[in-house]
T-cell receptor, first 112, second 114 residues
Framework: DQQVKQNSPSLSVQEGRISILNCDYT??????FLWYKKYPAEGPTFLIS?????DKNEDGRFTVFLNKSAKHLSLHIVPSQPGDSAVYFC???????????FGPGTRLSVLP | DGGITQSPKYLFRKEGQNVTLSCEQN?????MYWYRQDPGQGLRLIYY???????QKGDIAEGYSVSREKKESFPLTVTSAQKNPTAFYLC?????????????FGPGTRLTVL
């Protein structure tokens, strides 16, 4: 059973509009959450993170929202740019845990 | 430049042969990880190591082996016992596995078994 779900395998958004990527997790013990961006044939690169003591973290065009009661986090990209087209992975961990658990990814396409 | 290197980028092997994938980091990170990526399945953990001369199995360790003789290096051997070895393999490292911190990934190796 998947501990981390990204229910949208793909998402298409017009350039300049908002992209919203969603992630749901099952274990309430997870308290550290990250988003990674991955281009084809490359390793993932870290994008933004949030710990459970916050409900929002912002870095430029990227904002991550955490709803602990719903075990849900989302990544907002505003405004979306064609260079944002990639696969986005959500990852979760307990803060002193050894490992991250990754979601299956969402492929974002930003159309010019 | 600090970073993680994986070589080669593309690797082809015949079925039944063992193959070793290289991963080196000069970030002075304690922890290192191997993941495999398959379409639609995200990243699945194969093995990880928190310290030199110690490593642990991840979720899908069967058919793989690792060693951690040096802090900088964490090679992965894909053995002939791995039933479906064709995949994209990613190595990652993390400064300290005991505190909240991100993992940094290498560029990956695509292994194709013919």
């Amino acid at each position: 059973d998947q501990q981390v779900k990204q229910n949208s395998p793909s998402l298409s958004v017009q350039e300049g509009r908002i992209s919203i990527l969603n992630c749901d997790y099952t274990n309430s013990m997870f308290d550290y959450f990250l988003w990674y961006k991955k281009y084809p044939a490359e390793g993932p690169t870290f994008l933004i993170s949030i710990s459970s003591i916050k409900d929002k973290n912002e870095d430029g065009r990227f904002t991550v929202f955490l709803n602990k009661s719903a075990k849900h986090l989302s990544l907002h990209i505003v405004p979306s740019q064609p260079g944002d087209s990639a696969v986005y992975f959500c990852a979760v961990s307990d803060n002193y845990g050894q490992n991250f658990v990754f979601g299956p990814g969402t492929r974002l396409s930003v159309l010019p | 430049d600090g970073g993680i290197t994986q070589s080669p980028k593309y690797l082809f092997r015949k079925e039944g042969q063992n193959v070793t994938l290289s991963c080196e980091q000069n970030l002075n990170h304690d922890a290192m990880y191997w993941y495999r990526q398959d379409p639609g399945q995200g990243l699945r953990l194969i093995y990880y190591s928190q310290i030199v001369n110690d490593f642990q199995k991840g979720d899908i360790a069967e058919g793989y082996s690792v060693s951690r003789e040096k802090k900088e290096s964490f090679p992965l051997t894909v053995t002939s016992a791995q039933k479906n070895p064709t995949a994209f393999y990613l190595c990652a490292s993390r400064r300290d596995p005991r505190v909240g911190d991100t993992q940094y990934f290498g560029p990956g190796t695509r292994l194709t078994v013919l």
